[in-house]
């Protein structure tokens, strides 16, 4: 449960962004026209489910945008609400909707969508829904999970490790019998790796309670995780190098970079990148902490806000929910975005899919990601992942920089991240 507090700011953040600014949407009952949406994405194939909706809904018609991921969709989010020529729907990602909603971005949608919240798991709707009060419908999610070159794994001896510990062995396995291959790199801008890994180690990055936020950054079991990454790397057995570089990719295609621990959608990028590599791959749950844990957390995913200066959102949530939860728009984000849907009818419709081009010699693709998936955990985010994100890839740098402490990295992030949220007005302690 989100802070009371939290939803108390964006909800005035909201109302007053709602009583000055437009909006882009046109039509509607009044003008015997068609409402007219606009919507903004990323996703690939977004183009043909937006066909493939107003072929079915002639009174609503939605016009797509691609706006880009990541940080740049989020800043522009923000600014076109505030100039009041924002979209009507938009796709956010699990980490920045908490800022968002503090930022008055998405539109409290929670008496258009209550009627599809049990197509979703519990931990899934808890990802968009803050004090009872739910800003997105889920679209895709990321469980956690390992995708490892199985043809260089077998030439080496070494399986799919169950542990953190089992990881290491296979990178020193492999590592002494050749010295030019990398088992993993962990990017110092993985900030968004490093948190639902700690996560998975028992320790959330942010909490919340009553109206008080928790920091814990910096906890004693963030730390043990970082100082065994940073093991890991001082012996040379993994690297710290940004990821989907060209030299990256060109590591991947040639088959010197072996894994890639992430999350059930890395497959697809993976060919889209290095497609000549299809049948050399495999995925399996990331390694978990504890052999008799098999705990993961969400890394990645995203949801469908509608924005607070929409004028039509009931048919922008109508939209929202089409695209996400029914039968034919969840299975678009299957077979079209080619991601792991959040909705539960299309992820047991997965099960029955012929698995990903990448790796088609693993007949139990979906049936392996089910699995992570019944085992997975949400992430609590806080208000001012950016400021995360930015403070921990500083620190990391000048930490693999000069050889100094990565769990140092995590004293500076907090310490960012706290003086920040007492600034924004948040009620902010530190540690459990």
């Known amino acids: 449960m989100r802070t009371s507090r939290f939803t108390a700011i964006a909800l005035a953040v909201g109302l007053s962004t709602i009583a000055v600014s437009g909006c882009a949407s046109t039509g509607g009952a009044d003008s015997g026209e068609p409402v007219t949406l606009e919507f903004w994405s990323w996703a690939p194939g977004s183009q043909e489910e937006v066909d493939a909706f107003n072929a079915a809904h002639p009174d ?21 609400v505030r100039a009041g020529n924002a979209p009507d729907v938009a796709a956010v990602e699990y980490t920045a909707l908490p800022r968002l909603v503090v930022a008055g971005v998405p539109l409290d949608i929670t008496e258009y969508v209550s009627d599809v919240e049990d197509k979703f798991a519990e931990g899934t709707w808890a990802q968009t829904t803050f ?6 419908v889920p679209q895709d999610i990321g469980p956690m999970a390992l995708v490892y070159r199985e043809d260089v794994f077998a030439e080496y001896g ?59 950054i910096d906890g004693e079991k963030s730390r043990e995780v970082m100082d065994f990454f940073q093991g890991m790397y001082d012996d040379g057995l993994i690297a710290a190098d940004p990821i989907l570089t060209p030299e990256y990719n060109k590591e991947l295609n040639d088959g010197t970079m072996l894994s890639w621990p992430s999350a059930v959608w890395a497959p697809g990028v993976i060919e889209g990148v290095a497609p000549d590599t299809a049948g050399k791959w495999a995925l399996a749950p990331l390694p978990r902490w504890e052999a008799d844990d098999p705990t993961v957390s969400f890394q990645g995913g995203s949801s469908v806000i509608v924005t607070s200066t929409s004028e039509h959102p009931e048919e922008a949530a109508e939209f929202a929910k089409w695209l996400n939860a029914s039968e034919e728009g969840s299975e678009m984000v299957l077979n079209v975005q080619n991601a792991y849907p959040a909705a539960l009818s299309a992820q047991e419709i997965a099960t029955e899919q012929e698995p990903p081009t990448l790796m088609p010699q693993q007949t139990d693709y ?58 924004q007005g948040f009620n902010v302690k530190e540690g459990n």
């Open 366 to 423: 979906y049936e392996v990601v089910a699995e992570i998936s019944k085992n997975t955990k949400p992430v609590t985010w806080g208000p001012n992942t950016d400021v995360a994100a930015a403070a921990f890839t500083d620190a990391m740098n000048a930490a693999v920089a000069n050889g100094t402490s990565w769990a140092d990295a995590l004293t500076a992030t907090q310490k960012a991240v706290v003086e920040d949220m007492k600034k």
């Open 131 to 136: 004090d009872g009060h739910t800003y997105g």
């Open 158 to 216: 070494v399986e799919a490790p169950l542990t953190w510990d089992d990881f290491r062995t296979a990178a020193e396995t492999i590592k002494a019998q050749n010295p030019d291959l990398t088992l993993a790199s962990l990017s110092t801008d993985g900030w968004g790796w490093y948190a639902p890994v700690a996560a998975q180690a028992g320790e959330d990055w942010w909490s919340v309670s009553g109206d008080t936020w928790t920091v814990n």
């Open 60 to 80: 609503i018609q939605v016009k797509y945008t691609d706006a880009g991921g990541g940080e740049t969709s989020s800043a522009k989010l923000v600014t076109s």
